[in-house]
């Protein structure tokens, strides 16, 4: 599928989700992925370079495991990005059949899409927390003497500063 198809989707359905969820920045994690049938688990199991996983229960929940050492707003952000993954490579919601053909107790296993899968749930990650227009509506409320307070846009959605500087760089309104 072309990336801006996919795109083009993934904004339609993370839009699908704050509307039929009522989300709004900063969107409290925890609580949508316990309405959505998940429970969120901080391990200190996890591989020193996994920052979380996510598994299915059975055909109607699943686990997402982040590592309970990371700051908050960096949970919050892998907990989207896990999100990611279950919708849109296990097909939890999205494609019924793919996720029906899951076995339970199954963790999303990395394929040889990788690069491509880690991606769509990076941009999931930032569309679900940072909603493309609220996002330049709060950018643009936070800018002084033609400079921008990306602490400030960051903290406004519980993301890290980082996470906020990229999505205002694939949105267009800072430089790469």
Not at 16 to 22: C, P, R
Not at 96 to 102: G, H, L, Q, R, Y
Not at 118 to 130: D, G, I, P, R
Request: charged fraction near 20%; include cysteine.
């Amino acid at each position: 599928m072309p990336v801006n198809n996919l795109q083009s989707k993934m904004t339609e359905f993370v839009s699908a989700l704050h509307e039929h969820y009522s989300l709004s920045a900063p969107i409290n994690v925890e609580s949508f992925v316990k309405v959505i049938g998940g429970e969120i688990i901080k391990s200190t199991d996890l591989p020193y370079n996994i920052s979380g996983c996510v598994k299915k229960v059975d055909d109607t929940s699943f686990c997402i495991y982040v590592r309970n050492t990371e700051a908050e707003n960096r949970r919050r952000f892998t907990v989207a990005h896990e999100l990611g993954h279950l919708f849109f490579d296990m097909g939890f919601v999205t494609d019924p059949e793919t996720w029906k053909k899951i076995p339970s107790g199954t963790s999303y296993n990395r394929s040889v899409n990788y690069y491509a899968q880690e991606s769509v749930a990076n941009v999931f990650a930032a569309e679900f927390l940072m909603p493309k227009n609220e996002f330049i509506s709060v950018f643009n409320k936070n800018i002084k003497d033609s400079m921008v307070n990306m602490t400030s846009v960051a903290m406004y959605f519980g993301v890290s500063v980082d996470a906020a500087v990229t999505r205002g760089r694939w949105l267009g309104l800072l430089e790469w």
